[in-house]
Nanobody, 117 residues
Framework: QVQLVESGGGLVQAGGSLRLSCAAS????????MAWYRQVPGNERELVAR???????TYADSVKGRFTISRDNAKNTVHLQMSSLKPEDTAVYYC???????????WGQGTQVTVSS
């Protein structure tokens, strides 16, 4: 069973930066897309950024220009560099990965990011 383990969350002041990392283990196939989602209690989980195996990226409008997603296919890792953080970025951030044919998705356990004003 694939495991995704996140790291790098924590408490930061508004305007600061954090780097989230996620490592996938027990992988015996080529991971298609990897992504970061976030969730605030009472709200639905929302996409923050996604990156395909080929490197194409998608960002939520709220993080464009501030966050950068990257991945290392050989190491099965994905990173999220977060800059100019705002209090509204406070959430639990989840790592996501999937495989195609048929579609199977995997989630990490989540890492808390708290941005103080």
């Amino acid at each position: 069973q694939v495991q995704l383990v996140e790291s790098g969350g924590g408490l930061v002041q508004a305007g600061g930066s954090l780097r989230l990392s996620c490592a996938a283990s027990r992988v015996s196939f080529s991971i298609a897309s990897m992504a970061w989602y976030r969730q605030v209690p009472g709200n639905e989980r929302e996409l923050v950024a996604r990156i395909t195996r080929g490197g194409s990226t998608t960002y939520a409008d709220s993080v464009k220009g501030r966050f950068t997603i990257s991945r290392d296919n050989a190491k099965n890792t994905v990173h999220l560099q977060m800059s100019s953080l705002k209090p509204e970025d406070t959430a639990v951030y989840y790592c996501y990965a999937n495989r195609q044919g048929p579609l199977i998705v995997y989630w990490g356990q989540g890492t808390q990011v708290t941005v103080s004003s």
